[in-house]
């Protein structure tokens, strides 16, 4: 499995592995968006196909995971732990502060790979997905020195 920066040429490939893992895809001019603003990072597998990716966006200090998935046929094989570790791992060395998300707070296997990463649960936004139906749980990740 390699890792490396994801390109305007994943676009396809990102849109398809975004429905298959995502309840609320992004449409493909969100990916476009995202390809020329954002640090992306895909996993591929020894043929060169995407099989994972997160999407992080950067201000100043801080950073905000946008989107992380695994093909579904590759998850529980700890390539979700390995793109998160990688990306706070760059984000550390480039000297962030803290990188921090929002997620479902139904998306249990996300919350349980947060928290084996060193994610702390800082806030709950209540109705923030869905038109109110579904709160949103803020995470942190601590990266260099103290956060807040
Ligand atoms: C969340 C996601 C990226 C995890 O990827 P993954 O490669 O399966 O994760 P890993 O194998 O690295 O798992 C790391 C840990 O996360 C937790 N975890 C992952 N999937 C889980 C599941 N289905 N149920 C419970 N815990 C889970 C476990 O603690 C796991 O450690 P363990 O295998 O030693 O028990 C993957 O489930 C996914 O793509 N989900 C759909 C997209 C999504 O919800 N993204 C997050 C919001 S943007």
């Given at each position: 499995?390699?890792?490396?920066?994801l390109?305007?040429?994943d676009?396809?490939?990102?849109?398809?592995l975004?429905?298959?893992?995502?309840?609320h895809?992004?449409?493909a001019?969100?990916?476009?968006d995202?390809?020329?603003?954002?640090?992306?990072t895909?996993?591929?597998?020894?043929?060169?196909?995407?099989?994972?990716?997160?999407?992080?966006?950067?201000?100043?200090?801080?950073?905000?995971?946008?989107?992380i998935?695994?093909?579904?046929?590759?998850?529980?094989?700890?390539?979700?732990?390995?793109?998160?570790?990688?990306?706070?791992?760059?984000?550390?060395?480039?000297?962030?502060?803290?990188l921090?998300?929002?997620v479902?707070?139904?998306?249990?296997?996300?919350?349980?790979?947060?928290a084996?990463c060193?994610?702390?649960?800082v806030?709950?936004?209540?109705?923030?997905y869905?038109?109110?139906?579904?709160?949103?749980?803020?995470?942190?990740?601590?990266?260099?020195g103290e956060?807040?």
């Amino acid at each position: 499995m390699t890792l490396r920066p994801l390109v305007a040429g994943d676009l396809d490939a990102l849109v398809a592995l975004d429905a298959a893992t995502n309840p609320h895809p992004w449409s493909a001019g969100l990916w476009r968006d995202a390809l020329n603003r954002d640090l992306g990072t895909g996993l591929t597998d020894p043929n060169g196909m995407l099989i994972g990716f997160t999407v992080a966006s950067r201000v100043l200090d801080e950073a905000e995971l946008q989107l992380i998935a695994v093909s579904p046929e590759h998850q529980r094989r700890g390539l979700g732990r390995h793109l998160l570790d990688t990306l706070l791992a760059t984000l550390r060395h480039d000297g962030a502060v803290r990188l921090f998300l929002e997620v479902r707070v139904g998306n249990t296997a996300a919350q349980a790979l947060y928290a084996q990463c060193g994610g702390e649960i800082v806030g709950r936004r209540k109705g923030y997905y869905d038109h109110g139906r579904e709160d949103a749980l803020l995470y942190t990740f601590t990266l260099n020195g103290e956060a807040q």
